[in-house]
């Protein structure tokens, strides 16, 4: 019975707030690189693209946030998980201002590659924090209400994005993600407490090699990679399908 009432322990208004700006930046970052397989077609006639150069523009995101990752997840412990949020989803949304500004491939190329640069580890740092609030048993839910935004922006997000491209032209579907991005860290900004309690539990050793411990020294290294690897191709393979169907 006293495990029951602490698996069901009610969130304060805080860690709702929280959960909510977690989910939100979820729901932005995941739609920001959903949104462009299906406008796909819109922008290869906009901007003149072959379907081999829309691949790339899509495919951009994904290898520069995956370097993201791996370069940040040496020194990510060593900061105050606040400011680290702030810091990637400010880049984010500059990355996405500057696609609702791209008028050919290469900008929209750079554009993409900012853009995943600071969304890829938004994911995980919101994971982080996450730990860092709240107790054992309260995160599993926790997490399952943040990945709804996932879920929510294939539901949600996708259709009104398309709406808002066919109706005002796909760079203003950037800027709507844009606009909602930088609302949401604005409060992020003034309501979120910064989350320092890790900081005093780190080892002092250099960046490299805790990336070398992160990830050649845990046999579960392996299959996240793996397992991330085959979502993010399943997730952008369509994007390539629905190029050439389109022609």
């Known amino acids: 019975m006293e495990i029951n009432k602490l698996d069901n322990a009610p969130f304060t208004a805080y860690q709702k707030l929280v959960v909510f700006l977690l989910a939100m930046t979820q729901f932005t970052v995941v739609l920001d690189f959903m949104v462009m397989s299906p406008m796909g077609d819109i922008l290869m006639k906009a901007i003149d693209l072959k379907p081999a150069q829309f691949g790339i523009a899509v495919s951009a995101y994904a290898f520069s946030a995956g370097a993201s990752g791996l370069l940040t997840a040496g020194f990510a412990d060593r900061f105050d998980r606040k400011k680290l949020l702030l810091f990637f989803y400010s880049g984010f949304i500059i990355g996405t201002f500057c696609c609702s500004f791209a008028n050919d491939y290469w900008t929209l190329v750079a554009a993409r590659i900012i853009t995943g ?35 929510a922006s ?94």
């Open 117 to 151: 640069l600071f969304g890829g580890v938004i994911g995980s740092i919101s994971m982080a924090i996450i730990t860092d609030i709240f107790t054992l048993q309260q995160r599993g839910r926790v997490m399952g209400f943040v990945q709804m935004g996932f879920g």
């Open 154 to 247: 294939q539901v949600l997000g996708i259709p009104i994005g398309l709406y808002i491209a066919n109706n005002w032209g796909w760079h203003s579907a950037f800027l709507w993600i844009a606009v909602m991005a930088l609302i949401i860290v604005i409060i992020i900004a003034i309501k979120l407490i910064p989350i320092t309690a890790h900081i005093g539990l780190q080892k002092h050793q250099s960046a490299l090699k805790h990336l070398w411990l992160t990830f050649f020294t845990a046999r579960i290294s392996y299959r996240l990679c793996c397992n991330s690897l085959a979502i993010h191709w399943r997730l952008y393979d369509d994007a390539f399908w629905k190029c050439f169907c389109s022609q």
